[in-house]
């Protein structure tokens, strides 16, 4: 059962892989994916609600802030996710999630800002349970997954339309594969995340545009200093090809890299709730071009877990210990007559 | 197991629901006379303002770019676009009232950034 909570606990760190903030080429909803935790066991639900803020500002070009821009632009976020998984069986877990931008807000200093909001897109994701053993405390779980674009691409105000880093929506389906491994030691674990994801054409009336491919690789860090307190370090590399527009033209300001780093804090409370928050810092930035980069992000996470075989098990107790006092109170009951 | 149900259901409903806006009928009624454009081409995060001109009653006007930003409403906006938005760029403009719509294009080019200093 602890195991099982380490897990839990550990898969809290690896939702957060913040797609980068560039200005014209952000992707609809922060990258917040369920594909990064390990499979869950058989019967078991886990049900969690996530708020982020981000931030960005500081202009770059190659890995240097770029300063000589005549203005000054904020972008920020303010976004919600719930997220579901099941485990249908020991090696089969299926995933969704779906977000709710409060605001994906673009601002200039004397200016009006751009304000998106609404649905972002609905991902599905089945992830398998590969390879598990709790003799070795390793777990090798494999993701795949694809995004649809539900959410809100062509969101107007006072019928213009917003520019694409402010719809909510990616306006595109987007497809990944990933891969999650978690080694265990005694108070410690550590874990490696590769993935890899793939975004289609965005071909409408208005719109041509095809995102690059993006790599993430992670690695981790998990301890737990008290039985319900688990502290993770998390290191990540992110890098996302170059965009493609009209007639195959590459978009040379489009693509980039940047490493992040993310301390967490989670807290598991009794009944299987956890809570955690955690803070995504850019440590190195390369971004093609100019483009906005990204700033920092901040997030927190409640999770429910359900685990319906124990449940059933439970109410079978109880149920045999209602009615084995009802027959001790029988016996009881003969005995005084 | 019933609220697994439930939860795909809503999905679904959402998924079928989020279908896309149905485009509105031509008129005959309204005219786009001139689109016009004050700076093209533009160079990137600088500045052009788009007019349109156009006759019918009760006009309003919509606005969208394929790439960079359009700030501003009604027949006079002004657009702008970033290092990432370099190339042709189409602005589309659209005028409408309660017998119609019709709507016409232009292209913008925008050139790389390059410093004043």
């Known amino acids: ?337 | 197991m019933k609220r697994i149900y439930l939860l795909l259901g809503i999905m679904t409903a959402l998924i079928v629901g989020c279908s896309k806006k149905e485009n509105s009928n031509p008129s005959a009624e309204i005219k786009i006379v001139s689109l016009t454009e004050t700076v093209n081409p533009v160079i990137a995060y600088d500045t052009t303002i788009i007019t349109v001109v156009a006759t019918g009653e009760n006009l309003k006007y919509g606005w969208v770019a394929n790439h960079g930003k359009i700030k501003g409403s009604g027949t006079s906006v002004k657009y702008s676009a970033c290092q990432s938005c370099r190339g042709m760029n189409t602005i589309t403009c659209r005028v409408f009232n309660e017998t119609g719509e019709v709507s016409d294009t232009i292209m913008i080019r925008v050139t790389p950034w390059h410093s004043t200093k």
Not at chain 1, 126 to 140: D, E, I, P, Q, V
Not at chain 1, 307 to 316: N, Q, T
Request: include cysteine; hydrophobic fraction near 35%.
């Open chain 1, 1 to 337: 059962m602890y195991r099982r909570k380490k897990y839990l606990l550990i898969a809290l760190c690896l939702f957060i892989a913040e797609r980068a903030f560039s200005q014209c080429c952000t992707l609809g909803d922060p990258f917040i994916s369920d594909a990064e935790q390990p499979a869950l066991q058989s019967k078991i639900l886990t049900a969690s609600l996530a708020y982020r803020y981000s931030h960005s500002g500081k202009y770059y070009s190659d890995d240097s802030r770029f300063t000589e821009l005549p203005f000054q632009e904020i972008a920020y976020s303010n976004y919600t996710e719930l997220q579901v998984g099941y485990g249908i069986t020991n090696w089969l877990t299926v995933m969704t999630d779906l977000g709710y931008f409060f605001n994906k807000t673009l601002t200039t200093p004397g200016i009006d800002s751009y304000k998106g909001y609404g649905l972002g897109d609905l991902g599905l994701y089945a992830k398998f349970n590969a390879f598990s053993s709790s003799r070795l405390k390793l777990t090798l779980s494999p993701t795949i997954g694809v995004k649809f674009p539900t959410g809100v691409f062509d969101q107007e105000v006072d019928n213009v339309q917003l520019p694409i880093s402010v719809q909510p929506s990616a306006g595109s389906y987007c497809y990944l594969a990933n891969l999650f491994v978690s080694k265990g030691f005694r108070k410690i674990a550590l874990a490696g995340f590769a993935s890899y994801e793939y975004s289609q054409l965005i071909q409408s009336e208005n719109f041509y545009y095809k995102y690059g491919d993006q790599w993430i690789a992670a690695l981790y860090f998990n301890y737990r200093p008290w039985k319900r307190v688990t502290i993770d370090l998390q290191v990540r590399n992110e890098y996302r090809s170059k965009s493609n527009r009209e007639n195959e033209e590459i978009v040379e300001a489009s693509g980039y890299e940047v490493v992040f780093f993310t301390p967490q804090l989670s807290y598991a409370f009794k009944h299987d709730w956890y809570v955690s928050a955690y803070a995504d810092i850019p440590m190195y930035k390369y971004y093609n071009g100019i483009q906005m980069s990204f700033g920092y992000a901040l997030s927190f996470r409640v999770t429910k877990k359900i685990d319906f075989i124990a449940l059933k098990a439970r109410h079978s107790a109880n149920q045999s210990n209602k009615s084995e006092l009802g027959v001790n109170m029988e016996l009881s009951n003969e005995l005084k007559q």
